[in-house]
């Protein structure tokens, strides 16, 4: 029954060489797929979403700037609702932000065992919950609370600062473990060398360690600020829905690009204008959320090439 | 620096009629709330402006008492102590811990540079003690890369990130941030166990350059370095300081067989 080395050889060397080859068509399709996927959907979202400038002869100017969203009467303006969307946005991201990095620092550098064991599992509990919940809850509390606190000027609650609050609500999630793990990434070699200066605690954490973990806490931000940009129900479900001129102020409701584009899309007709107009949103949603993936890789490669 | 002038300097000088800077007296240090102890009844006497090597094997305690000296035990849960702790005669556990590491500054082992410009490096220290002029910052800037023989090469490139240099000159860096807030006293736990060759001689000079003005206090690895630049050596071997004294009298005629062993190296 012995074998020669040769035969022996050939019968490993068989298969072996047919799973390299196996492998390699497996997860080569895997990423031929996940790259056509990518590609097709830019693809179809800019046809369909420029044939609004070139074919049914909006101009895109006029679609930027123009102050009234109302398509019964052929009225495309799209500022209100990108001034809707990105002031919940940047609202949103100014309320999360203090809190996040508060906690942050907290968890990170005073009391590591407590943010580790409860803190942190506490907040990722938040990320859980559907998005459904959180308009809800926000169109009992948060609306609530805008009548209460603002009288008649704040009409029915709802309004652009009640979107952003809930937005705030969703994002700190994400902002805070992010922010967490920007801080825990911190060598400690460095909190070490500031103490040894002579340094305090808060002199360390501020000169020392939020600088270092800067880029990261950038990253962080914008993650945040991807969510609450793309974020739809929640929202709808609290800003009042208004999209045919600009919001005057944080009190006002309005409508995000987010929420025009889906409460717009039972009246329209496929192929027609309107149908057309809801995919140029749509475009600007895309075009918005590569341009956040653009600025966190470069941050990341310049921290990076910092850190050389 | 001279050649002259290094060879001068690494002749070693008296201990003995010396002013004492760090005074260890019956000193005892646990791990673990007590579970350890990785001191036992230290005693010691650090001379003023002079170098002080610690040796001993891995695990001897020898960064634990380094560290006593500029509290950097606090940040370690569970560390308790018991004995005296003196510098410049006050109690250093009694001490503002901060005030004390602004006087007792320490290099650590590996070259930990800020992820900030040379210049901001060196500032950090000095700038959070209150502000300075541009003036200010540029001659202590000056000085202290003079002292660690860094000047020179990076005199016209302050604003170069501290995280671009080399391990050597990382070092020296960092040796230089300690200096700027004008210590008395340089802690350095194996400062050159990171280093090349080369950088490792530069540092063991700047040591013993230092240790005109300074008093020095370094933890190695090495015996021949202890021999290169301090003036006192002690010998510790598992939380027990086996035997100090002058580097000449501890590594030509040890008293203890502990010491001969090691020095002999029959362990490591
Ligand atoms: N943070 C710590 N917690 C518990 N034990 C420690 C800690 N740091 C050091 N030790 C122990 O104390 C002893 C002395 O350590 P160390 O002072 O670092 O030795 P050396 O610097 O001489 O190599 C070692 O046995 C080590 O395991
Ligand atoms: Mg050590």
């Known amino acids: 029954m012995a074998k020669t080395k040769e035969e022996y050889k050939d019968k490993k060397m068989m298969p072996k060489g047919q799973l390299e080859s196996v492998g390699l068509g497996l997860t080569g399709a895997c990423v031929a797929v996940v790259a056509i996927v990518v590609v097709a959907l830019i693809f179809m979202v800019a046809q369909q979403g420029l044939t609004t400038f070139f074919a049914d002869g909006i101009g895109f100017g006029s679609f930027i700037t123009g102050q009234n969203w109302i398509p019964s009467d052929g009225r495309f303006g799209a500022l209100p609702l ?93 902002v805070t473990t992010l922010s967490i793990d920007a801080l825990a990434a911190v060598p400690n070699a460095y909190r070490e060398g500031s103490y040894a200066l002579g340094c305090t605690r808060w002199q360390t954490v501020w000169h020392v360690v939020l600088k270092s973990a800067m880029p990261s806490l950038m990253t962080a931000v914008i993650m945040g600020m991807t969510r609450a940009f793309g974020e739809t129900l929640a929202v709808q479900m609290v800003i009042g829905g208004v999209e045919k001129s600009m919001p005057a102020g944080l009190l006002d409701p309005a409508a995000t690009l987010t929420t025009a584009l889906t409460s717009g899309l039972s009246n329209a007709t496929t192929g027609s204008v309107e149908y057309h107009a809801l995919w140029s949103l749509g475009l600007i949603l895309l075009a918005m959320s590569l341009f956040f993936i653009l600025i966190i890789h470069l941050i990341g490669s310049k921290g990076a090439a910092k850190h050389d | 620096m001279s050649q002259d002038r290094v060879f001068e300097q690494s002749e070693h000088r008296s201990v003995q009629g010396v002013e004492t800077e760090i005074e ?89 540079p800020f992820p900030m410009s040379i210049r901001d490096n060196i500032l950090y220290g000095p700038a959070r003690m209150g502000k300075l002029s541009k003036e200010e910052g540029d001659e202590i800037c000056e000085r202290t890369l003079t002292e660690a023989a860094l000047w020179d090469e990076v005199k016209d490139n302050l604003a170069k990130s501290g995280l671009a240099l080399s391990g050597g000159q990382a070092q020296r860096l960092c040796i230089a ?92």
């Open chain 2, 24 to 112: 260890v007296k019956d000193f005892d240090l646990w791990y673990d709330n007590g579970g350890f102890q990785a001191l036992k009844h230290i005693n010691l006497d650090i001379p003023k402006s002079r170098c002080t090597a610690f040796i001993g094997p891995s695990g001897c305690g020898k960064t634990t008492l380094l560290r006593t000296f500029n509290r950097m035990c606090d940040f370690t849960e569970g560390v308790k102590t018991e004995g005296t702790l003196k510098f410049e005669g006050q109690q250093i556990f009694e001490m503002d811990a901060n005030a004390l590491r602004v006087r007792v500054g320490m290099v650590f082992q590996h070259p930990n």
């Open chain 2, 177 to 268: 941030r300690a200096l700027a807030t004008e210590p008395e006293v340089l802690l350095m736990d194996e400062p050159t166990s990171a280093l090349d060759p080369i950088s490792t001689s530069i540092v063991e000079q700047l040591m013993v350059e230092l240790a005109q003005e300074h008093t020095v206090v370094v933890v190695t690895h090495n015996m021949q370095q202890a021999t290169r630049v301090a003036d006192k050596t002690a010998f510790f071997y598992r939380g027990n300081l086996i035997e100090s004294g002058p580097t000449v009298e501890v590594f030509s005629n040890p008293k203890e067989q502990r010491t001969q062993e090691y020095l002999s190296g029959r362990f490591s």
């Open chain 1, 82 to 174: 990108i001034v809707g969307s990105f002031s919940v946005t940047l609202l949103s991201t100014l309320f999360t932000l203090p809190i996040a990095l508060g906690s942050a620092i907290f968890v990170v550098e005073i009391q590591p065992g407590f943010g580790r064991k409860i803190f942190q599992p506490l907040v990722e509990l938040l990320v859980g919950i559907p998005s459904v919940v959180y308009g809800l809850i926000g169109l009992t509390v948060v609306n609530a609370a805008m009548r209460s606190i603002f009288g008649a000027a704040a009409g029915t609650g709802a309004g652009i600062l009640s979107g952003a609050i809930v937005l705030a609500v969703m994002i700190l999630p994400t």
